[in-house]
């Protein structure tokens, strides 16, 4: 059975950092891409980030580059997102998504995700 499964959420005051983690079951990181997404009330999906699952290369949406640092452990079926100064407008459920796929699609391309976790939240606030 396929599952992501997204932690590390919290509430931080901006400037802050947080790391969020997906660990995944079901399926081989070696075998698909995943990626981030956030998704704040009253907006729109929002993809962030992905990392390929050939190279470990990483992907960023211009709205949080540099800002946000991906990562995987494949060994521990485990993917992180670094996420450092924070802003109230970070705030959002996050999510993880797996690809089936050597590269990323376009960090934004929602659709192109086949499994999806329930998500962690992210909250922004001093």
């Known amino acids: 059975q396929v599952q992501l499964v997204e932690s590390g959420g919290a509430l931080v005051q901006p400037g802050g950092s947080l790391r969020l983690s997906c660990a995944v079951s079901g399926f081989s990181l070696d075998d698909y891409a995943i990626g981030w997404f956030r998704q704040a009330p009253g907006k729109e999906r929002e993809g962030i980030s992905c990392?390929?699952?050939?190279?470990?290369?990483?992907s960023y949406a211009d709205s949080v580059k540099g800002r946000l640092t991906i990562s995987r452990d494949n060994a521990k079926s485990m993917v992180y997102l670094q996420i450092n100064s924070l802003k109230p407008e970070d705030t959002a459920v996050y999510y993880c998504?797996?690809?089936?796929?050597?590269?990323?699609?376009?960090?934004?391309?929602?659709?192109?995700?086949?499994?999806w976790g329930r998500g962690t939240q992210v909250s922004v606030s001093s």
């Open positions: 998504a797996a690809e089936r796929a050597a590269y990323c699609s376009d960090v934004g391309c929602f659709w192109c995700y086949e499994y």
């Open positions: 990392i390929s699952s050939v190279d470990g290369s990483g």
